[in-house]
């Protein structure tokens, strides 16, 4: 399990990766720029390159440890039966999104083979690659969500700690983990 972890925490390595470089980049661009008044050309294209790979790169993780943005307040005052039925669904239709953006992405970059940036000359399919494995992987970690909930309803559909008074009068707190990153 832990060279699963490893493989599926890549995606996090190369976004960080790009991160540094770009940070990196900036710091010196701005001080050839500043210092000795040189502009280096094809270095916006660079950046934003970096910027798609920081970008797309970093979603799985965002995905893989439920940080994306939700609503809460809502899902909280239902019982735990119905709250990971809604998380299934929510997370199928999030694979289901994803994974039709992925192939959209993949077309584009297929229509666009032999293309090139302009300043770089880096191939389409180069600097758009982050964007297509970005969405593609981030379909994965929804189906990965989606095999966690159904465990974790059926593990809700055998609790009979929930009681009339709610689900604090149980045992456990009655929320459902916001991350389903196994700890």
């Not at 970059?109 to 000359?121: A, H």
């Not at 593990?155 to 196994?182: C, H, I, N, R, V």
């Amino acid at each position: 399990m832990k060279l699963g972890n490893f493989f599926r925490n890549m995606d996090l390595a190369a976004a960080a990766m790009a991160l540094i470089v770009l940070v990196a980049l900036t710091i010196t661009l701005v001080s050839l720029r500043e210092i000795f008044g040189i502009a280096v050309p094809g270095s916006d294209e660079f950046s934003q390159y970096l910027l798609l790979c920081i970008v797309f790169l970093g979603l799985p993780a965002v995905a893989r440890t439920g940080g994306h943005i939700k609503m809460e307040e809502f899902l909280s005052i239902l019982p735990r039966r119905i709250q990971v039925g809604i998380r299934i669904l929510m997370a199928i239709c999030a694979f289901a999104a994803f994974l039709i953006i992925s192939y959209s992405a993949l077309r584009n970059v297929i229509e666009n083979l032999g293309t090139v940036t302009p300043s770089l000359q880096m191939p389409f399919s180069i600097y758009l690659a982050p964007t297509v494995l970005g969405f593609f992987l981030v379909a994965i970690e929804y189906v990965i969500v989606v095999v966690r909930l159904v465990a974790l309803r059926s593990l809700a559909m055998d609790d009979k700690t929930e009681t009339a008074a709610g689900p604090e009068s149980g045992t456990g707190s009655g929320q459902l983990p916001t991350d389903l990153e196994e700890r």
